[in-house]
Nanobody, 129 residues
């Protein structure tokens, strides 16, 4: 599996928007979901959003609901994260993650970074006050 590649990060002002992109492998027959995680300095990696690859069901952390939107281009193996109304606390390295294979039952697993097998190298998002 080729690791996904993120792009679109940058330095913005509070209230601005960014759109992150993640180009993933074409092995869609093994992909169940794609997710976005982030890691701020001194903090552990946290869940941001995820999308079921086939059904398109979306999942969000409470901290980004109403501001961020995850979407995917199924045919192009690409996932996006539209980030609006950015806040300084959104500053982090954002990682795209790929979940292959059939997952556990329920939806809690989407929030767990250990459930994802393939990771990009991250893209920096910095939001100034």
């Amino acid at each position: 599996q080729v690791p996904p590649v993120e792009s679109g990060g940058g330095l913005v002002q509070a209230g601005d928007s960014l759109r992150l992109s993640c180009a993933a492998s074409g092995r869609t027959f093994t992909r169940y979901a794609m997710g976005w995680f982030r890691q701020a300095p001194g903090k552990e990696r946290e869940f941001v959003a995820a999308i079921a690859w086939s059904a398109g069901t979306e999942y969000y952390a409470d901290s980004v609901k109403g501001r961020f939107t995850i979407s995917r281009d199924y045919a192009k193996n690409t996932v996006f994260l539209q980030m609006n109304s950015l806040k300084p606390e959104d500053t982090a390295v954002y990682y795209c993650a790929d979940r292959p294979g059939f997952p556990p039952s329920g939806s809690t697993w989407y929030f767990n970074s250990r459930e994802y097998a393939y990771w990009g190298q991250g893209t920096q998002v910095t939001v100034s006050s």
